[in-house]
């Protein structure tokens, strides 16, 4: 921003700007911390600091640590106060609509598992769900169970990420070598039944790969016990933190008509007070049959739609991972694990969009067959860029360190948001 | 795109035998009283000018087609009449179908949180001068999308705030998920063959 050419008349009363309740950005309930809320007015704001200061306009990515990624955030800033984001991105676009489009059907597979590398589990799921929903081919209830299982074992790897980063953009440490002790033990568990660690194309389209190795579903109900009650620890090293607290807590807020408005989905959309959850409204697979609750943001420590409520929402939604685990391995039995498809597959005519409840959010995958081997349009509707185009509504107003608080809060995975 | 499709499973045969991924999701508006919203009096458009389209054999899905010159009326609408409350816009979907389409369509994939409800509407631009108005003022997240289309067919927004790449480089040449697409051959000196 330029510094202003009309110089304010000196003789003016020097009165801060106060909105009447219900206008500007928030209303009544959103509102932000009142210092914070509405940053000075150029001119108003030199007749109270009697100095002349200029907006400052800096770089924050695309190689800095708290971005998680190659994010670039072009940043106003007013003194500590952050007036204005403008994120660019695209940094690692690797045009997958573009290769979905001049690939097989089955050879696009591994391509799901670089956008959210952090839950490629789930999203061979969206995109196997897809093509299944073109195909009309039923999957056989094992690879169902298996499905599930290691979708919600990875929504709980990724949202340790997501806890043990938090942590660490703000200055606690600790937090994130437990988080990925954990992980670990989920890394090593996917690696016995697939042999990758981080892209697995292990849910494929009719099925799951292949079936469970001997033991690894007692291994499974081990590491539930035993997360139980390092979740615990986890809450009480991180969670009540009062350092942690009053950096995350009435920080950030978004309200749930800007939620909306921007499609955030997700623990974003909860954090803000909505319990909106696809795998209980829409149920796909088998997460009708399972009893588990939808975490929502409750304002426990500020204000709803907080940083720390998205934070409390991913925590309570491992727990509620592990309930579906459970009730997964009760219910599991015996059967084959992959429907019978032709190595050519060609999908019939048709289109389907499939949103599945991913760890960030709804992962959309559009895609449209003409009856051929290659699809006609593959679209993929990444939960992470959503997500991340509030952060121009988000940011303004709140203070250059607390920037970092709101990018974390968001838990954007740069893959997925260039794809 | 017309070889014959070869479904890999047998047809289904009567009604017990249909697999459940054939079947309108539950969650999905009926397009009929989608139609009759829309082309109720004092609404955006005539009846006559919107399409039901359900793809393929077995209409897993269908689209509404509607006029693309009153798009932004109709996308108020869906997002407050008490029947619709469109309130995400999911994705906004550009699709090339063929080489020899002289068209291109969008598709706008809405979803409602309190009516647990989703649909699809679609609008035809025309591919040699693809213009249409925004739905920015009606979502918000309409704007990054929008940028998306842009980005990857040229499809200029009418009225959008901040119209420009998002995700190929900012000097990129071409729209890359046109059908007549011709990928280049270097960029900025670096071999792309």
């Known amino acids: ?159 340790l990420i997501a806890f043990g980063t938090y942590g660490l953009d703000l200055g606690a440490f600790t937090p994130f070598f437990y988080s990925f002790r954990e992980r670990e033990w989920i890394l090593s568990l996917f690696e016995k039944i697939c042999g ?16 469970s190795p001997p033991g690894w579903l007692e291994e499974v109900a081990a590491f539930c016990n035993d997360f139980e009650e390092k979740w615990k620890e ?89 309930k579906i685990v459970r009730q997964c391995l009760a219910g599991i039995q015996e059967g084959p694990t992959l429907a019978k498809l032709s190595a050519a597959l060609r999908v019939p005519a048709g289109h389907a969009y499939v949103g599945i409840e991913n760890p960030r959010g709804e992962l959309g995958h559009f895609v449209i067959s003409g009856g051929d081997k290659k699809a006609i349009r593959l679209r993929v509707r990444g939960p992470s860029f959503c997500n991340l185009s509030i952060l121009p509504k988000a940011l303004p107003g709140t203070m250059l360190a607390d920037a970092v608080a709101v990018i974390g809060s968001i838990d954007i995975v740069l893959g997925e948001v260039d794809r | 795109m017309a070889s ?53 054999a077995k209409q897993c899905e269908g689209y509404i087609d509607v006029p693309a010159a009153k798009i932004a009326d109709i996308c108020k609408v869906l997002r407050d009449d008490p029947d619709c409350r469109y309130e995400i ?26 009516n647990n409800q989703r649909a699809q509407i679609r609008a035809w631009v025309p591919k040699a001068a693809p213009e249409i108005d925004t739905v920015e003022g009606v979502w918000a997240a309409a704007n990054w999308h929008e940028r998306e289309t842009y980005d990857f067919f040229g499809v200029v927004f009418r009225g959008h705030s901040d119209l420009r790449r998002i995700l190929c480089p900012e000097d990129w040449v071409g729209f890359p998920l046109l059908k007549d697409y011709e990928f280049p051959k270097e960029y900025h000196g670096i071999s792309c063959v």
Not at chain 1, 25 to 51: C, G, I, Q, S
Not at chain 1, 271 to 281: C, H, N, Q, T, V
């Open chain 1, 1 to 159: 921003m330029v510094p202003s050419s009309e110089t304010p008349a000196r003789g003016a009363a020097a009165t801060l700007p106060v909105k009447p309740a219900g206008q500007g950005d928030y209303d009544e309930d959103f509102n932000l911390k009142p210092k914070f809320a509405t940053p000075l007015a150029r001119n108003e704001r030199e007749m109270v600091m009697d100095v002349r200061t200029q907006d400052m306009e800096m770089n924050m990515g695309p190689q800095h640590p708290s971005t998680h990624g190659v994010l670039r955030l072009l940043l106003r800033v007013d003194g500590e106060i952050v007036t204005g984001a403008v994120p660019y991105i695209g940094y690692i676009h690797r045009c997958a609509e573009k290769i979905g489009e001049s690939v097989e059907w089955i050879q696009y597979l591994p391509y799901t598992d670089r956008y959210d590398y952090l839950a490629a589990m789930n999203n061979n799921l969206g995109y196997s769900m897809a093509v299944e929903k073109l195909l009309g081919i039923e999957i056989p209830e094992r690879a169902m169970y298996i499905r599930t299982i290691c979708a919600e074992l990875n929504r709980i790897g990724s949202h």
């Open chain 1, 196 to 211: 990758a660690r981080l892209t697995y194309s292990y849910i494929r389209i009719g099925g799951v790969f292949n079936d």
């Open chain 1, 234 to 322: 986890y809450n009480d090293l991180l969670s009540e933190n009062s350092i942690f607290v009053s950096r995350t807590a009435n920080v950030g807020v978004i309200s749930v008509e800007d939620a909306l408005a921007f499609g955030l989905t997700g623990p974003c959309l909860r954090g803000s007070g909505i319990a909106y959850d696809l795998r209980k409204a829409q149920p796909y697979e088998l997460y009708n049959k399972f009893e588990f609750d939808i975490p929502v943001g409750s304002g426990r420590k500020g204000t709803v739609g907080d940083c720390w409520d998205r934070y409390d929402v991913r925590m309570q939604e491992m727990r509620e991972s592990v």
């Open chain 2, 4 to 56: 014959d499709p070869k479904p890999t499973t047998p047809e289904p045969k009567g009604a017990a035998a249909v697999p459940r991924h054939w079947l309108p999701s539950p969650w999905d508006h009926s397009l009929e009283k989608l139609k009759a919203t829309l082309s109720s009096p004092g609404g955006p458009c005539d009846a006559n000018d919107l399409k039901i389209v359900p793809w393929g």
């Open chain 2, 89 to 114: 816009v999911m994705c906004i979907s550009g699709v090339d179908y063929s080489k020899e389409d002289d068209k291109l369509a969008i598709i706008y994939h809405l979803l409602s949180v309190a």
